[in-house]
């Protein structure tokens, strides 16, 4: 009896072992369609995205002229869709993806920085008062010396920012000499110092959530792993296949969803 009982016992376990087992296939594979109807929703959502914010922001205009300068610079130039190509074009590592991302704001804010000294220039030379026309060089008693000869600098290394990754560097400074004149000429257009402001703090800040949304959907579009592809049924499997009742080896009959509730 006690030989019975253990090799019944040993043939209990074996199948407890394929019913759990086969629970979690069916379970794998249930996850599996989830994410695969997650990123079909998704897709669908993006898709209509942009028609709905379309709708609102044609109809809509905001308090300050800065902000509408900036809303119109993103919306009618190149600019989100040569930075976007760009930025997704980097896929080998993050950290290519996130020094393109850091040269690009950087050199934004750079570039508005005399635009902005430009502006206060007419100002600044009236309250001191100074004759521009006179040069140094024209006075009889300047003592003129030979210039240092210059040295030729590489303007990628001027461009580039230390210990950033040079291909994301090397691909910022490409795509922000055919977007830098669009900026400033959209920003060259304001005069009023407070929409100045807000359009370099805004420009700034867009891109730099602009540039999140694109990595976002690169990990959302990044292929399923091998992996997973191998575990996907050859046919459709109900996801609701019901398998509380197994029939197991040696007329054992067991309800098993609550022996595999309770082991689990």
Known sequence: ????????????????????????????????????????????????????????????????????????????????????TGYKSLTSTREQRMSYKNHILNAVQKAMAPEEERKHADTINE???????????????????????????DEKDVFGIPDEDKTGRNKAFSDFSNVDKVILAAFDDLDDDRDR?????????NLSLYF?????????????????????????????EDIANLELEESVDINLANLIENLL
Do not use: C
Request: net charge negative; aromatic share 4%; hydrophobic share 35%.
């Open 1 to 84: 009896m006690k030989r019975k009982q253990f090799a019944e016992e040993l043939v209990l376990r074996e199948n407890v072992r394929k019913a759990i087992k086969h629970v979690l296939s069916v379970r794998r594979k249930e996850v599996l369609y989830s994410q695969r109807a997650e990123n079909q929703l998704r897709e669908v959502i993006r898709s209509l995205l942009p028609e709905s914010q379309t709708a609102v922001t044609t109809s809509a205009k905001h308090d300050s002229t800065g902000i509408n300068t900036l809303e119109d610079l993103l919306k009618n130039s190149n600019i989100l869709s040569v930075l976007e």
């Open 127 to 153: 309250e001191i008062n100074i004759d521009i026309e006179d040069r140094p060089e024209d006075d009889p008693d300047f003592i003129p010396v030979e210039e240092p000869e210059e040295v030729e600098v």
């Open 197 to 205: 402001e807000l359009f370099s703090t805004y420009l700034i800040k």
């Open 212 to 240: 999140d949304k694109f990595e976002t959907e690169l990990e959302v579009n990044v292929p399923e792993p091998e992996i997973a592809q191998q575990a996907e049924p050859d046919v459709d499997v109900p996801p609701e």
